[in-house]
């Protein structure tokens, strides 16, 4: 994805730029967000990419959402590992269908 924008460096560097001011921006503010409808937390197990793994681990203790780990895959689990991921996110709806929320 990242390689579109070989041919203007420029505006990846204004839609990242972009992008990590509203991440630290939201850290800044520290607000309180329960997550109320059914989630499934899902990181690569060698994302390097700012705080993700930290910030899964924490949400996962502090509310509870259930979370997995991908093997061989980075931030973008899903193009990394796909069937892995489609299969885990198959199976919670198919739980949620089942029986609700997951908890």
């Not at 991440?23 to 990419?49: N, Q």
Request: glycine share 6%; net charge positive.
């Amino acid at each position: 994805m990242m390689m579109s924008y070989d041919s203007d460096p420029k505006e990846y560097a204004r839609l990242a730029g972009f992008g990590y001011r509203m991440l630290a921006e939201a850290i800044k503010a520290d607000l309180a967000y329960h997550i109320s409808c059914p989630a499934l937390l899902i990181c690569g197990e060698k994302d390097k990419a700012g705080s993700a793994q930290s910030y899964n681990k924490k949400r996962h203790q502090r509310e509870g959402l259930p979370l997995k780990w991908i093997k061989n895959a980075g931030h973008n689990s899903n193009t990394d590992q796909p069937d892995e991921v489609n299969r885990l996110i198959e199976k919670f709806i198919s739980e949620v269908d089942r029986r609700g929320v997951p908890r």
